[in-house]
């Protein structure tokens, strides 16, 4: 009796949490499609009163001129770019500090780096902001003064250039990588490295050719995160890259997708307001596509 008592209010217990599961599920499906609505209904009318080719290939950006021009592609670019450039600088760091923390790290050092990590995820951005502002940026003046000393053609940024906003970004991925590659190394089965010494394998040897393979999906996890973490960042870049819509090269004052929208949109109406939601609309669709891409590659190495 006391048997068939136990059994239905556990098979009480699974409905429930069935139920409670299949609702949490649906309502982040829904918050995803009403996002993705309302950014196509907000973002598609400005693309048929501008146009497609010239919003999305037009260089000139003068929202406010008389006639006003809409041109961002230099900003798509310098989203690219600066993702890229700051994906090419974070992933190996985090990755190997990872490989640091979880297999080469004295207990005591790694207890004292760990908490180190932690916090840096803690920090608002808005702080890393004010840190380039004032550490990196002044470094970065100083050098733009060396390379471009006597030139007239340059336009001095004070350091507030694409450079500087990479190296930002840059460290902001870094926490994310480093835990999530970690918790992923520290997943691969034991027996697996234990087989590798066992068969004459050095621990170098070990680690990049049987743990990192074997912790690939969740390293690939971490990077489509560190993406996600450096081409939505607003209030940082906005700071440290100046914000101006130039070629993004790496001595230009440059304006990212996201610090596009953030600093017009307080003062922004119209159409000019229409074209910021379009922007918008870019970054959702950049952002969607590299995550479809990356977790392609994903499923591929797993089959």
């Known amino acids: 009796m006391t048997d068939m008592t136990d059994r239905h209010h556990k098979s009480t217990v699974e409905k429930i949490a069935q139920i409670i599961f299949t609702v949490c599920a649906f309502f982040a499906v829904l918050a995803v499609a009403s996002i993705t609505i309302y950014m196509f209904a907000n973002g598609l009318p400005a693309l048929t009163q501008v146009g497609l080719t010239e919003l999305l290939f037009g260089t000139v950006w003068k929202p406010t001129a008389d006639p006003a021009s809409y041109g961002i592609l230099y900003v798509i670019l310098t989203s690219i770019i600066g993702t890229f450039l700051a994906i090419l600088l974070g992933v190996p760091v985090g990755v190997l500090t990872a490989v640091f923390l979880a297999e080469v ?27 380039g502002l004032l550490v990196l940026n002044p470094i970065m003046y100083k050098l733009e003064l060396m390379i471009f000393k006597g030139s007239e053609t340059h336009q001095f940024t004070g350091g507030a250039n694409l450079i500087s906003a990479v190296l930002v970004l840059a460290v902001m991925i870094l926490p994310t990588v480093i835990n999530i590659s970690e918790s992923s190394i520290q997943a691969v089965p034991k027996d697996l490295k234990s087989a590798s010494l066992a068969l004459g394998a050095s621990h170098i040897q070990t680690i990049f050719r049987v743990i990192l393979p074997a912790a690939k999906s969740g390293i690939i996890t971490a990077v489509i995160l560190g993406v996600g973490r450096a081409i939505g960042e607003a209030m940082a870049i906005s700071l440290v890259s100046g914000s101006s819509v130039n070629i993004p090269l790496p001595f230009n004052s440059v304006r990212f997708l996201t610090t596009a929208i953030v600093s017009e949109m307080g003062y922004a109406s119209g159409l000019h307001r229409q074209v910021l939601f379009t922007i918008g609309l870019v970054l959702f669709v950049f952002i969607m596509l590299i995550n479809f891409t990356l977790n392609s590659v994903l499923k591929r190495e797993e089959e």
Do not use: F, Q
């Open 105 to 131: 790290a004295p207990k005591k050092l790694a207890a004292i780096i760990k908490p180190a990590v932690e916090l840096l995820a803690g920090i608002p951005s808005v702080i890393y902001g004010l840190l």
